[in-house]
């Protein structure tokens, strides 16, 4: 799929997402927090909204390797951080770096996914940076 013009809801929806979800266990009391982990259960929220890129605008929309993609992408990005903390620094500039190319190439949908779901896990990460800092 090929974008004639750089779209935002591809860059900025997931992102957002991600970064609303890495906030809501920090304003909200009762959120559990899987594993004793503040991200856990933001990411799990993340997954679950994913089937709602079914209806993202076209040429994206109404593709199943699209959520298949995001899922993919989502867990690449997120569960080396388990391991090797720096982890969110690499996800954040491949995130950007691909975020200035993916809109030119004519990727499938599977790779578009990957990029939307390495969006929402950086967002997730800024979120969840922002929220331990100033929340």
Known sequence: MKWDEPPLWPVAAPSLVGFIAACIPHLVDGVPRLFNWDLTTPFLLLVILTPLLF???????GSKELIIGANIGMLVAFLPQL???PWFIIVILS???QSMVVWRKNFPAFRVGTWIGLGSVSGLFMGAL?????I
């Open 130 to 134: 922002f929220a331990h800092f100033v």
């Open 55 to 61: 209806f993202s605008p076209e040429p994206a929309g």
């Open 83 to 85: 391991i090797f903390f």
């Open 95 to 97: 995130w950007i770096f």
